[in-house]
């Protein structure tokens, strides 16, 4: 064996990996631009940290199951002028998650509320926080089941492993009893502990209406709006612009 094999198995044996698998080019690189040892040094430690941050951000991605690969830099805030790129990068010190603060977009479809909400998740990623994303409709059904199974307690504690949880189209069919019950013990073990990250149709004077009981809406929303960032979002669905210009 030589002396590259038997140093990139020592780096292996202490589990840095990505400097074993490409110390040949490391080294290359560091022989071709003259670095001294102490700049080959942080050229290493430096390769490892990249890859492991790369390899943690496509981990985390996958896990939170964004339904699509929305980016904040993809937002056109020029068609959506009810809320500033300011605002916008004005959140992404995560002070609010820090704070177990929550976000709520509300606004017609077709607005980029989920836009916006998935692309504030994925900056969130990059940060280093842990972000799910459930539409709530299949939150609904899969607290419903848990609850049916009587493992309702276990499913909460798993939801709650994250940092921010993004409930998606709230408010767009109404709940049935089990389901507003279910969905409160989310937002109460959420409250003070964990941020949501949530968009709606329905202001939260007209919460009710989907809830079937002002009794069940009002704890809810005052969970909600205690400690959080309301935005409110207008103008023509961009979804319906871009298919009559198309």
């Known amino acids: 064996m030589g002396q590259l094999e038997l140093t990139a198995g020592r780096y292996r044996s202490l589990r840095l990996g990505a400097i074993a698998g490409d110390l040949t080019d490391l080294l290359a690189q560091a022989e071709a631009n003259e670095v001294s040892y102490l700049a080959f040094a942080d050229m290493l430690v430096e390769h490892e940290r990249q890859i492991r941050e ?36 004005a959140l992404l010190d995560f002070a609010f998650l820090d704070n177990r603060e929550n976000l709520v977009f509300i606004g017609p479809p077709g607005v980029g509320k989920t836009h916006l909400a998935i692309g504030i998740g994925q900056k969130a990623i990059e940060a280093g926080y842990r972000v799910l994303f459930r539409n709530a409709l299949d939150l609904v059904e899969e607290l419903e089941l848990a609850e049916m199974k009587g493992a309702l307690k276990k499913t909460l504690h798993k939801l709650a492993k994250v940092d921010a949880l ?31 990250i949530i968009t709606t149709n329905k202001d939260f004077t007209s919460w009710g209406e989907f809830f079937h009981d002002d009794n069940v809406a009002v704890p809810i929303v005052d969970r909600i709006i205690h400690h959080s960032h309301l935005y409110l979002l207008g103008g023509e669905s961009y979804r319906l612009k871009q298919k009559t210009l198309s």
């Open 166 to 196: 993004v409930i998606d189209e709230l408010g767009y069919l109404p709940m049935s009893r089990q389901a507003r019950y279910a969905l409160f013990q989310l937002i109460n073990r959420f409250y003070e502990h964990h941020s949501l």
């Open 54 to 89: 790369a390899k943690r951000i496509d981990l985390y991605r996958r896990q939170a199951g964004f339904p699509s690969d929305k980016r904040l830099e993809g937002f056109d805030y020029r068609h959506q002028t009810t809320i500033t790129k300011r605002q916008v990068s």
